[in-house]
């Protein structure tokens, strides 16, 4: 994740009181293993609208393993936050994305909103939902 934009992003989710912008922050500097101790044993990452992400994993080994994947098949990615709610275990955030994919250097961008639910104050669910913007 390009850092300048992981700092925005970070600063724009750090009103949710949660662990949310320590597990970014990690996701960013490619600490994926780190990021995965913020997370529940039975943590459940699931995405949908990026063809070459798409998919469901359930557990903390197989989530580092997809989150290693999915970002490292992208670079430059470039994500703007619009709008993000935090109510009890649930936080919200709408974003868009830009970013290239390395293996053929063809650009991609998207508008998502992602749904972040806590168990303990881990993460415990993580549903992203996006288009072609």
């Given at each position: ?7 925005r992003?970070?600063a ?8 949310l ?13 780190e990021?995965?101790?913020?997370m ?12 070459r ?7 903390r080994?197989?989530?580092v ?5 999915n970002?490292?098949?992208v670079?430059d ?13 649930t936080?919200?955030?709408l974003f ?11 650009p991609?961008?998207i ?7 806590y ?5 415990h669910?993580?549903?992203?939902i996006?288009?072609?913007?």
């Amino acid at each position: 994740m390009n850092p300048e934009y992981a700092e925005r992003v970070i600063a724009d989710v750090a009103d949710t009181s949660t662990i949310l912008p320590s597990v970014i922050a990690a996701i960013a500097a490619g600490k994926y293993t780190e990021a995965g101790t913020m997370m529940t044993d039975d943590v459940i990452l699931e995405i949908r609208g990026l063809p070459r992400m798409n998919g469901t994993w359930k557990g903390r080994d197989a989530v580092v393993d997809a989150m290693r994947r999915n970002f490292g098949m992208v670079r430059d990615q470039r994500p703007t936050v619009e709008a993000t709610l935090h109510q009890g275990y649930t936080t919200a955030i709408l974003f868009q994305e830009q970013g290239v994919f390395t293996d053929d250097d063809s650009p991609y961008s998207i508008r998502a909103v992602m749904w972040v639910t806590y168990e303990d104050g881990y993460i415990h669910r993580v549903e992203e939902i996006g288009a072609p913007a």
